[in-house]
């Protein structure tokens, strides 16, 4: 168990440009999310695959987000013409089906917009 | 809907006293818990869960916490802290009945230790 694994750690950009984050899950675990963390707050469900069929997005998943887990291992997250609300730690975690399994976190990719 | 309040936002106990964090959910269905902790700068580790059965359930680093429906509550707790139990605490909870997979947390209660 390598534990779930998100790159880049940390991204800074400018307001308007695109940044892509990658979440590699637990091997075995087929259930992969997404969550944003703003400061002071708790995580914040944004959308969730099972295998590569991504089966539910959140209300906060505006049109400019993306999430894809093309071969069902690995899964980017991309946001496009970034603004200065998306400042935030975005959250990957994994775990097994049935849904009650718990999720595993990894440290999380801290996005600072100037 | 799903909810969770955690009603203390920062604690401060001294070291080797023991410590209660309180959660309290809203769900209607059966809820599965979780409590998780959080370093800064970090991601979420899972101190314990609860899913069903007894309602005390022990976690790792000697946490443990009570399941108690009457009260929608799943308090953590532990009898002595150590300075480095300083941290975010996160309750959350599930519902097993639900075809959302998605789990609702807490706005967390920060833990500091007094030495």
């Known amino acids: 168990d390598t534990g779930v694994s998100q790159d880049p750690r940390h991204k800074i950009t400018k307001r308007g440009q695109n940044v892509t984050f990658r979440c590699d899950p637990i091997?075995?675990?087929?259930?992969l999310y997404w969550y944003r963390q703003t400061l002071g707050q708790g995580p914040e469900f944004l959308t969730y695959?099972?295998?590569?069929?991504?089966?539910?997005k959140s209300r906060l998943l505006s049109d400019r987000f993306s999430a894809e887990r093309p071969k069902g291992s690995f899964s980017t997250l991309e946001i496009q013409r970034t603004e200065q609300g998306d400042s935030a730690m975005y959250l990957c975690?994994?775990?097994?089906?049935?849904?009650?399994?718990?999720?595993?976190f990894g440290d999380g990719t801290r996005l600072s917009i100037l | 809907a799903q909810s969770v309040t955690q009603p203390d936002i920062h604690i401060t106990v001294s070291e080797g006293a023991s410590l209660e964090l309180r959660c309290n959910y809203s769900?209607?269905?059966?809820?599965?818990l979780f409590w998780y902790v959080q370093s800064p700068g970090q991601g979420l580790q899972l101190l314990l869960k609860?899913?069903?059965?007894?309602?005390l359930v022990q976690g790792i680093k000697g946490f443990e916490a009570e399941f108690k429906r009457s009260q929608s509550s799943f308090n953590l707790r532990k009898p002595s802290v150590h300075w480095s139990d300083a941290a975010e605490y996160f309750c959350?909870?599930?519902?097993?009945?639900?075809?959302?997979?998605?789990?609702?947390f807490g706005s967390g209660t920060r833990l500091s230790i007094r030495p």
């Open positions: 959350a909870v599930g519902a097993l009945e639900s075809s959302a997979s998605k789990i609702i």
């Open positions: 695959f099972q295998n590569e069929a991504q089966l539910e």
């Open positions: 769900y209607g269905a059966t809820p599965y």
């Open positions: 975690a994994s775990s097994r089906t049935p849904q009650n399994q718990p999720q595993h």
């Open positions: 091997s075995e675990h087929n259930r």
């Open positions: 609860y899913f069903s059965g007894d309602t």
